[in-house]
């Protein structure tokens, strides 16, 4: 109970300084607050369409939060989560390309699971370079981000060109090797009860389980981790190669689901956006939830705002940006205050 | 008699609870090296940062050329030509000994920094001193003689008239040893006073001056090198020798554990322990003593598996499967606990696996809740709420949740480094407690303590170290065999 009204607490703190955020963006912008406000909350919540797009929106977002929680929860700080949705939807697409006779209903599965397999050992080889060669996480997994762009524009133009046409872009999928729609009118599609599922799946893995709870001692003392007997270099190539699974299923389930196709245009940001998402969520699964959500309805709201005015998207990276620098002020007091209560005691 | 340059006078200190030095007086004459000897936790480092002005004294005042002085920081007393030269060298790996012998000069830095013409006046000290020194070899690329001939060569770069070397043989070899006391001896010719931390009787004899003992924050005596000898200073570090408990309680002589020829490598790979044999006892409280750093961590951490035996071996007598071992490591912040964890969460370190908190892969919330709460009533931690991190506990209610999980296991053999160091007496006492009656039910416990007292308080028989081997008994640990 007292989690929950923790969390509710947190939730409109976090809500309202959004909304804060969301006002200041426009001003600066100088459009008008009300008309732009109303057409956003239109956009991502005034029709059944709308409803649609934010959940589809705020699906690759929520499966890459929910890596890069796990991976920063065991204290390996992955950047690289758009290399990591790339690299997944790229095995997919190969995968596809290797095998075009499989019966569709096995081939969406199967290309999932080779998405979530591209990503793990995209993820796991920058694991294992910290671990084993003392090359920071950080530093290698920016650049492996932009190996994995590299990989796919020269893919789409070359090896995985479709037989016909002249565009950089892959064999489009036959529809019933696509994830289920739900309906004709919108993109509504069964990748979001798979993100929602993931993050319960993650919740428990993290916080009911005993690797999780390893992974967790891990990312917090790692020394203790390894007094108390683990491998702690293992752990976390191991922690990295769930998180890039993870930002893999992302970009696998974004193939499967919309296009069935990948182009030079296919790598979005998400992997990347999925940081401050995570961070928002406050590096728990389940906060993850509602932040993809918001930041669904963001990038939903905002395309209908685009078509009236001139920003666009825009939009959403600033106020995402400012969110961000705005949550890490809120710890960064909180954490004062927390020190000064210390001191006084 | 010529008057001190530098004194110390009647200098107080507490940290908490614990009075680290307590009126304490030292005086530093011109021209002399000054040893100052005691045991861990004698109140030497204390001592030294308060004269370096890295610490302010509760009370007393230290006294330069016979005026008072207040130090506001170290650079204070720097500028005053106090200089320390720590024993975790203060350089920057990455910078070039040139440009780490400009950053002493920092604070006078005023237009450029050229770092040739800063660094030439050490590099002339250097040849000066008949020490080698290439100026533009990456720092980090020395050995650690070598680097600490450029922390000296800072401090003596920016005239400072008193040097303050912090246990400086401690990271040296035998040949190095040799090098620093000519050099400190040359210094000392020149004029300098030296002040030198250590706890080698030998060495202290070798090239002190004078030596004033301190035993827990205590002065206990002042003497001139040439007046005394090792075994004077041994008592004087030590006080009075209790004898060590006969053991009270029948010991079963059944072995648990033996070990034989150990040798274990230390972090960076050299011999921290040299082939060692004992036998640990089911119910046997074993001491381990000497002074830090003896490699009594390197071998706790052998007993418990944390670290590979490089030869020789530990046999388990009468058991074909490993042994439950427990561990109560050294440092609980850096190895114990996970301090943004909650209570509850470190209570569960290494207790994962119980069957009782745990199904297959999976945690029993419930289970756990009502077992934490169980072991904080059954140990008497003081906590708020079992969800509140680990670091809203005291010291002492901390150390307690090492020591309650730990116990919980129900070890056979149960391996405890340092298990009171910073607690208050009434923690100190409760731990205390535990340990006895683990011992009482049969546990083997292998107590590791630089602390002689708790050692005559529980062990039944201890074994010092010294050098990676065992002494017979403090005094020749201590001297390392020359008394």
Redesign the interface.
């Given at each position: 109970m007292r989690l929950a009204g923790l969390a509710l607490g947190r939730g409109a703190v976090i809500a309202f300084g959004l909304m804060g955020i969301l006002v200041l963006t426009l001003a600066a912008f100088r459009l008008p607050i009300g008309d732009s406000l109303r057409l956003i909350t239109q956009g991502a919540f005034g029709s059944e369409v709308g409803i649609a797009r934010t959940l589809v929106k705020s699906t690759p977002l929520m499966l890459a939060g929910l890596g890069i929680v796990v991976a920063w929860r065991a204290g390996m700080f992955n950047i690289g989560g758009e290399g990591q949705f790339v690299l997944g939807a790229l095995t997919g697409a190969t995968l596809f390309r290797l095998a075009p006779h499989v019966p569709p209903v096995v081939l969406n599965p199967l290309i999932l699971v080779a998405s979530v397999l591209g990503g793990a050992v995209y993820a796991g080889l920058a694991g294992w370079l910290q671990v084993r060669r003392g090359v920071s996480v950080v530093i290698s997994t920016i650049l492996l981000n932009f190996i994995a762009i590299q990989m796919l524009d020269w893919a789409v133009a070359g090896p995985l060109q479709q037989a016909k046409g002249q565009l950089p872009m892959t064999e489009r999928l036959p529809e019933a090797a696509m994830l289920l729609r739900f309906n004709r009118q919108t993109d509504l599609h069964s990748g979001v009860i798979l993100a929602w599922i993931a993050a319960g799946l993650v919740f428990v893995f993290l916080y009911?389980?005993?690797?999780g709870?390893?992974l967790?001692?891990v990312g917090?003392?790692p020394?203790?981790a390894?007094?108390?007997?683990l491998a702690v270099g293992a752990r976390q190539v191991g922690a990295m190669a769930l998180s890039g699974g993870l930002c893999g299923l992302a970009g696998g389930v974004e193939y499967t689901a919309l296009a069935g196709q990948l182009g030079t245009g296919f790598a979005q940001q998400w992997g990347f956006l999925a940081i401050p998402v995570a961070l928002l969520g406050g590096l728990h699964p389940l906060g993850v939830i509602p932040s993809a959500t918001i930041f669904g309805a963001l990038f939903a709201g905002s395309e209908n705002l685009a078509r009236f005015t001139p920003t666009g998207s825009t939009l959403v990276y600033v106020i995402q940006a400012a969110a961000v620098l705005g949550y890490l002020l809120l710890n960064e007091l909180r954490e004062r205050r927390a020190k000064l209560a210390e001191g006084a005691a | 008699m010529a008057t001190p340059v530098f004194t110390a006078h009647q200098i107080s200190k507490a940290f908490g609870p614990v009075h680290a030095l307590s009126e304490v007086t030292v005086a530093l004459y011109p021209g002399e090296v000054h040893a100052v000897l005691g045991e861990n936790g004698a109140g030497k480092s204390t001592l030294m940062n308060i004269l370096s002005g890295f610490l302010r004294p509760d009370a007393g005042e230290l006294r330069l050329h016979d005026h008072p002085v207040q130090f506001s920081s170290s650079a204070a007393a720097r500028h005053r030509g106090v200089e320390m030269v720590h024993q975790h060298f203060m350089l920057v790996p990455e910078f070039r000994v040139e440009e780490n012998l400009a950053l002493g000069q920092l604070d006078r830095l005023t237009t450029s920094l050229n770092v040739e013409t800063r660094a030439a006046q050490a590099v002339r000290i250097a040849q000066d001193l008949g020490w080698q020194v290439d100026p533009r070899a990456r720092t980090g690329d020395l050995s650690v003689g070598q680097q600490q001939r450029i922390e000296i060569l800072k401090a003596l770069a920016s005239d400072a008239e008193i040097l303050i070397l912090d246990e400086p043989t401690a990271v040296l070899g035998p040949d190095e040893v040799e090098d620093l006391f000519r050099v400190i001896r040359a210094l000392a010719q020149r004029g300098k006073s030296i002040v030198l931390i250590a706890h080698k009787l030998r060495e202290v004899l070798a090239i002190a001056d004078r030596v004033t003992v301190l035993r827990r924050g205590k002065w206990v005596a002042e003497a001139m090198a040439d007046d005394v000898n090792a075994t004077q200073l041994a008592e004087w570090m030590v006080g009075e020798v209790p004898p060590l408990h006969e053991p009270s309680r029948a010991v079963t002589t059944e072995p648990r554990l033996v070990v034989q020829d150990l040798t274990v490598r230390g972090d960076r790979g050299e011999t921290s322990v040299q082939s060692v044999s004992f036998t640990l006892h089911c119910g046997e409280i074993l001491g381990f003593g000497g002074v830090d750093g003896n490699g009594q961590v390197e071998l706790a951490?052998a007993l418990?598996?944390?670290r590979p035996v490089a030869s020789g071996e530990l046999t388990w007598p009468g058991r074909t499967t490993l042994p439950r071992r427990a561990?109560i490591?050294q440092d609980r912040h850096?190895?114990?606990?996970?301090?943004?964890?909650s209570i509850l969460?470190n209570l569960?370190?290494?207790g994962?696996?119980d069957p009782a908190l745990?199904w297959g892969?999976?945690?029993r919330?419930w289970r756990i809740q009502a077992w934490a709460q169980r072991l904080v009533e059954q140990f008497q931690i003081r906590i708020g709420k079992i969800s509140d991190p680990v670091s809203s506990l005291s010291g002492g209610n901390q150390q307690k949740v090492v020591v309650s999980r730990a116990l919980n296991l129900t070890p056979d053999v149960l391996v405890v480094v340092n298990p009171t160091r910073g607690l208050d007496l009434r923690a100190a006492y409760t731990v205390h407690e535990c340990l006895r009656a683990s011992a009482e039910a049969g546990v083997a416990i292998a107590l590791f303590s630089t602390d002689r007292d708790e050692l005559a308080e529980l062990a039944h028989r201890s074994l010092f170290m010294a050098g990676g081997e065992f002494q017979e008994d403090l005094n020749s640990a201590l001297t390392g065999g020359v008394a």
């Open positions: 009911l389980t005993r690797r709870f390893q967790r001692l917090e003392n020394s203790a390894r007094v108390a007997g | 951490e418990m598996g944390l561990y490591p850096e190895d114990g606990l996970a301090l943004h964890m969460d569960l370190i290494g994962q696996a745990a892969p999976f945690l919330p």
